[in-house]
């Protein structure tokens, strides 16, 4: 039985964890899970992908008890985490994912790596590795919540709610339960609908300059500016604006631009 489940439909891939009990990945899932990502990046259907969960919460990070009767195989996990985190931070198109319930630990890494969170109003948001001998995705928790809430819930292993989450600016928008997966389907097809080249290089550009200071990081957009407008489909979008219609964006050979 496999942890998790795709669908494409409308230039959305929607990949669903779906592992009871608590939608903890074993050592294997994990790198599983990373090659089925990076397959849908490259997939030219594919504008934007949707990572949710079914159960009782959205991801419970990895497999602590296959971990307890095998600790070799931590460094399949680790590899197996790593591999999945930067899937998502560097797949070309944007990831969204919708956190209901519980994430914790490695599900910390997967809506940090992303690029938008939505949550549903019992979300909560934890690393417990201190109290399961293990470290880990303070780097994403750092991303979401920042440095000072970062270090609280590594140090601590206690977690915040879903309305702390949103204060720090951690989660895009907070919603009841039985409305998260419309949100986020909703989201994702509000950004389908735009220039695909304007969006990968939008994603390229932001993962760059969070690296970067202030300068370096305006000279480092500038250069996908650039790109932009030598593209047919930055002239389409400037003359749609101009004459107040919708923008008419053709496929490329991949699927993913250029229009005109």
């Not at 305006?218 to 400037?238: H, N």
Request: with cysteine; glycine share 12%.
């Amino acid at each position: 039985m496999t942890a998790f489940r795709i669908q494409i439909d409308s230039g959305i891939a929607e990949v669903v964890i779906d592992n009871p009990p608590v939608n903890a990945l074993g050592s294997k899932a994990w790198g599983e899970l990373a090659r089925a990502i990076e397959d849908l990046g490259r997939d030219a259907a594919v504008r934007v992908l949707v990572v949710r969960a079914e159960g009782r919460g959205f991801q419970a990070g990895v497999d602590v008890k296959e971990l307890a009767k095998d600790g070799s195989l931590i460094a399949v996990v680790n590899r197996g985490c790593y591999d999945l985190f930067g899937a998502i931070y560097d797949c070309p198109v944007p990831v969204v994912s919708a956190v209901h319930g519980y994430c914790l630990g490695g599900g910390i890494g997967i809506a940090g790596a992303s690029d938008l969170v939505l949550c549903s109003d019992d979300a909560s948001f934890g690393l417990p590795e201190i109290d399961r001998g293990a470290l880990g995705a303070a780097t994403h928790a750092m991303r979401m919540f920042g440095m000072q809430v970062a270090r609280h819930m590594l140090l601590t292993g206690e977690p915040i709610g879903a309305q702390e989450a949103y204060r720090r600016g951690g989660v895009l928008e907070v919603v009841p339960r039985p409305k998260l997966r419309g949100a986020a389907m909703a989201l994702a097809a509000k950004i389908a609908g735009k220039s695909a080249k304007a969006v990968q290089l939008a994603k390229w550009s932001l993962n760059g300059i969070e690296l970067l200071d202030v300068k370096q990081s305006y000279r480092f957009e500038q250069g996908f500016t650039f790109e932009l407008y030598t593209s047919p489909d930055s002239q389409e979008a400037r003359d749609a604006f101009s004459e107040k219609r919708e923008a008419r964006f053709r496929r490329d050979d991949d699927g993913r631009g250029d229009g005109g």
